[in-house]
Nanobody, 125 residues
């Protein structure tokens, strides 16, 4: 069973930066693509970024391109989300997710099979 644990969330002022981390365990990390989604109260979970199992192709929500960067370290079973120039609208719970490489669609939440518990990111104005 895959287990995902996010860390790195917190409170930051607008214009600041945060780096989220996601620890993967339980299966072979290189068999899974990983991604980040975010959710605010009353809204559906929203795609933020994803990366292939080889740490090759990356995908971003259009609104986040240029500010967010996803990366992964297959030797450490880690996925990261570097978030820069944060805006109050980025306030959300951020979730790490993993998808079987054979069944992965980069932007579709329902194609991710495993999810972490989430980490809160709050951006003050």
């Amino acid at each position: 069973q895959v287990h995902l644990v996010e860390s790195g969330g917190g409170l930051v002022q607008a214009g600041g930066s945060l780096r989220l981390s996601c620890t993967f365990s339980g299966r072979a990390f290189d068999q899974y693509a990983t991604g980040w989604f975010r959710q605010t109260p009353g809204k559906e979970r929203e795609f933020a970024a994803s990366i292939s199992w080889s740490a090759g192709p990356t995908y971003y929500a259009d609104s986040l391109k240029g500010r967010f960067t996803i990366s992964r370290d297959n030797a450490k079973n880690m996925t990261y989300l570097e978030m820069n120039n944060l805006e109050p609208e980025d306030t959300a719970v951020y979730y790490c997710a993993a998808a079987d490489r054979a069944k992965w669609f980069p932007r579709w939440a329902d194609k991710y099979h495993y999810w972490g518990q989430g980490t809160q990111v709050t951006v003050s104005s």
